[in-house]
């Protein structure tokens, strides 16, 4: 079974950074996509970045070059650094995995609890 937890979230002023870390309970195979989501209460999740199996990243429009997204295998974590940070990416951030398969970003199976970053203006 996998699980994931993700910690790192806070509170920032707005063009600060903040880096998001997302701890597996196993090894996923380049079978599998790890992927960030985020969403605002009242608004659907959205896709963030993510890693599919062997492919590149990939990213959603609005991180706009500022957020990176990596894996550790050896630590068994998943990283999203975020750059000048807006308020209108104040949201729930959530680690997630599932199979590599068609979807662009990744079709997750697996979800964390969820990290809140909040940024003010």
């Known amino acids: 079974q996998v699980q994931l937890v993700e910690s790192g979230g806070g509170s920032v002023r707005s063009g600060e950074s903040l880096t998001l870390t997302c701890k597996q309970s196993?090894?996923?195979?380049?079978?599998?996509?790890v992927a960030w989501f985020r969403q605002v209460p009242g608004k659907e999740r959205e896709a963030v970045a993510s890693?599919?199996?062997?492919?590149?990243?990939r990213y959603a429009k609005f991180t706009s070059n500022r957020f990176i997204i990596s894996q550790s295998v050896r630590n068994l974590e998943i990283y999203l650094k975020m750059y000048s940070l807006k308020p209108d990416d104040t949201a729930m951030y959530y680690c997630?995995?599932?199979?590599?398969?068609?979807?662009?970003?990744?079709?997750?199976?697996?979800w964390g609890q969820g990290t809140q970053v909040t940024v003010v203006s």
């Open positions: 997630a995995a599932g199979p590599a398969g068609p979807a662009y970003f990744c079709n997750a199976e697996y």
């Open positions: 890693i599919p199996g062997d492919g590149s990243p």
């Open positions: 196993v090894y996923l195979s380049s079978d599998y996509c």
